[in-house]
């Protein structure tokens, strides 16, 4: 077995179980140097990297090795050292082999960066997001059709496009396909994608470093603008007056501006109106979770490309055990190709629906904790967490409040009396009311039903 393939597993797994932002963060440069008799060793670019891998995904490192290699490990060691070196010394070891991994995957090692730098010292879209290879179904008609309209006439068509909906499904894929549409037609095109957390943050370092110049700069001389996941500026009063002045300046010019977010503008909560009005200026499309044809369809595209076919049986089964997220469906795919590989058996339904077993299993809802669950709310209504805590009773904090309790209880199946401790020392009898009151209100209440399966799906995926 190659450590190239045991590490792409591994990364397989991690990728899920963590935030994207996370996964890139620490696991990108990162690589395997040996794996034998129970003794593991990865590389990693840094001792920042080295140090929290060692401190926060250790255990769970080790878990996934276990379950690739079907062994148990013992040890697991951090080096610091490049992963050029590695990688060239493993391609030298075995090439054919690595050449047709590579192949099979139709993509970047795994440590590729997801993004790329860009002449204008911004990121810019990464290549592997095509329209092309966007599988259109019921749930994402309206937003890939307002993103083709966009790129045939940007700044115009839609100013600003902005897509909403939930984790996986695709928004991050389709507004990059944008930007590598446009390019193709003129290369030399500027475009700047980033989250709203980096632009937050290059604000923030720009009004430290007093480069503010530089920031206006950077942002407002470009041709795209391409900001995923708009939410997270919310409650943040510099940052949301900044992207102010900056979707004025470029909109005056008539350049594009596209913005993704897990809801519509007016459900963001803590969002100044003036930007929930100006979002709402071009188009709004939603995409929703695909359909059961849609993900045979885009397992069977994502077979192509990995050319490794697999009967419409099969399909079927993982799109019927798959159906939160496209991204958890190619997790199951990818799992299931490796496995395969490894141990170079040809795929059945059985072998297929065995390990689908052990997917549902994967350990990422164990590892929660009451206050991660706490701050994920708590972020999602853009509240501190002194604010759950305290004896504030005004419905917009008593509300996430009784959520809280509602999903320790669910989720976590914690009792109450634990429940009322964590929300800072309240009756047991208050987390048993906020739990029914929950309950009742979610069979009756669109929005609030929406909002706790948006919760939840974050606490999954995002879940650190
Ligand atoms: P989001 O930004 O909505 O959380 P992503 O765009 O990151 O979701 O999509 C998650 C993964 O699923 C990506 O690897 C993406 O390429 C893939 N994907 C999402 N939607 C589609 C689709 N309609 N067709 C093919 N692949 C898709
Ligand atoms: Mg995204």
Redesign the pocket.
Request: aromatic residues 6%; positive net charge; hydrophobic residues 30%.
């Given at each position: 077995m190659q450590n190239y393939e045991i590490w792409q597993a591994v990364m397989g797994e991690l990728e899920l179980s963590i935030s994207?932002a996370n996964f890139i963060t620490w696991f990108k440069n990162t690589g395997i140097i040996s794996c034998q008799e129970g003794q593991a060793v990865l590389c990693v670019p840094n001792a920042f990297t080295k140090a929290w891998m060692e401190k926060k995904y250790h255990h769970t490192i080790i878990a996934s090795l276990e379950r690739v290699t079907g062994k148990p490990i013992k040890r697991l060691e951090y080096r610091i050292e490049s992963l050029k070196n590695v990688v060239a010394e493993t391609m030298l070891a075995s090439k054919p082999l690595e050449a047709a991994m590579t192949a099979q995957f139709n993509g970047p090692a795994p440590a590729a960066p997801a993004q790329q730098f860009d002449n204008h010292g911004g990121f810019t879209v990464n290549p592997?997001?095509g329209f092309e290879?966007?599988?259109?179904?019921r749930g994402?008609e309206l937003a890939y059709a307002a993103a083709q309209a966009v790129v045939s006439r940007p700044g115009v068509a839609y100013n600003p496009l902005f897509i909403y909906?939930?984790?996986?499904?695709?928004?991050?894929?389709?507004i990059?396909a944008v930007g590598n549409e446009m390019r193709k037609t003129n290369p030399k095109v500027q475009i700047m994608y980033v989250s709203a957390e980096k632009f937050g943050n290059d604000f923030i370092s720009s009004v430290r470093e007093k480069t503010a110049k530089d920031f206006q700069h950077r942002y407002r001389t470009i041709d795209l603008l391409l900001i995923?996941?708009i939410q997270f500026i919310a409650g943040k009063e510099g940052t949301q007056e900044s992207f102010f002045h900056t979707f004025n300046e470029l909109h005056q010019q008539n350049k594009q501006i596209i913005l993704?977010s897990d809801r519509p503008p007016k459900a963001i909560p803590a969002l100044e109106d003036r930007l929930k009005s100006r979002f709402e200026w071009g188009m709004i499309a939603d995409?929703t979770a695909?359909d059961f044809e849609?993900r045979v369809a885009?397992l069977e595209?994502?077979c192509l490309e990995k050319n490794f076919p697999l009967d419409s049986r099969v399909l079927q089964t993982i799109a019927t055990s798959v159906q939160n997220?496209?991204?958890e469906?190619?997790g199951a795919l990818n799992k299931i190709i490796v496995y395969h590989q490894l141990k170079n058996i040809a795929p059945t339904l059985e072998s297929v629906k065995s390990l689908l077993t052990s997917w549902a299993g994967t350990p990422v809802r164990q590892s929660l904790t009451p206050r991660q669950l706490l701050e994920a709310v708590g972020q999602f209504y853009s509240l501190s967490t002194d604010d759950i805590l305290s004896k504030n009773r005004e419905k917009k904090i008593s509300l996430p409040r009784q959520i809280i309790m509602f999903l320790m209880r669910e989720e976590l199946k914690m009792s109450y009396p634990a429940i009322g401790e964590e929300l800072g020392g309240r009756d047991h009898t208050t987390a048993m009311h906020a739990h029914e009151k929950i309950v009742k209100e979610l069979s009756d209440d669109l929005k609030l039903k929406q909002d706790v399966d948006l919760i939840k799906q974050r606490l999954y995926v995002n879940n650190l």
């Open positions: 994207k592997k997001y290879n966007f599988v259109v179904g994402s909906g939930g984790v996986g499904l695709g928004k991050t894929h389709l990059q995923d996941d993704t995409i695909p849609t885009i595209r994502k997220n496209i991204r469906l190619e």
